[in-house]
């Protein structure tokens, strides 16, 4: 009986190292600015985000969601682009998050997309916005350095589809004229 006891004790040790799933809190709360351009809204997207490429299985659970935080940082950085009649509806959120051993263990990665609808003045686009982003974290502070570069990468993932979508907001402005 002890040898069975040492034999599936051995098991489960084995099975728990390789196995391991760590869901770690990400706040992201200073991302979100309250009552920020009413005319454009970001819905849908995970409510958590997996880091791939880790020898463990690591889950971030960004508080508020995603899509608040890319919702409002849009807005922020494209406030000063706003004319009358602009609705700006973006959906299909995508973030993936991974770090690259071999090449740059410490950095991490977010590739970032959306699908966005711009209604203006009687003309309507349509366009896929896609980013990828990076940032250093710090050796040795464990899965919660992931959780401290998330809102660097949502700011400046934000950052660079803004300034996509500004380019296509400027084209419609012209156009609707």
Known sequence: MKRFLMIGAAAALLCACGGQNVHAPAPIGDLVKPGMAP???VASGAD??????????LTLEPSPGLS?????????????DYFPDLVVTCTALTTAMRVDQ?????????????????????????HDYKTQVSAA???????EAYAQALPKLLADGAGDIASQLRGDLQKIAHSAH
Not at 48 to 57: I, N, P, Q, Y
Not at 72 to 80: E, H, K
Not at 103 to 124: E, I, Q, S, T, Y
Not at 137 to 143: I, K, L, Y
């Open 39 to 41: 005319w454009l809204t």
């Open 48 to 57: 958590t985000l997996e880091v791939r490429g880790l020898d463990h299985k």
């Open 68 to 80: 608040a935080a890319i919702q409002s940082q849009l807005g922020t950085q494209l406030q000063a």
């Open 102 to 126: 071999d090449k740059a263990p410490g950095n991490v990665a977010m590739d970032l997309g959306l699908h966005c609808a711009v209604w203006a003045r009687g003309f309507d686009a349509n």
């Open 137 to 143: 974290v710090a050796s040795g502070a464990g899965d």
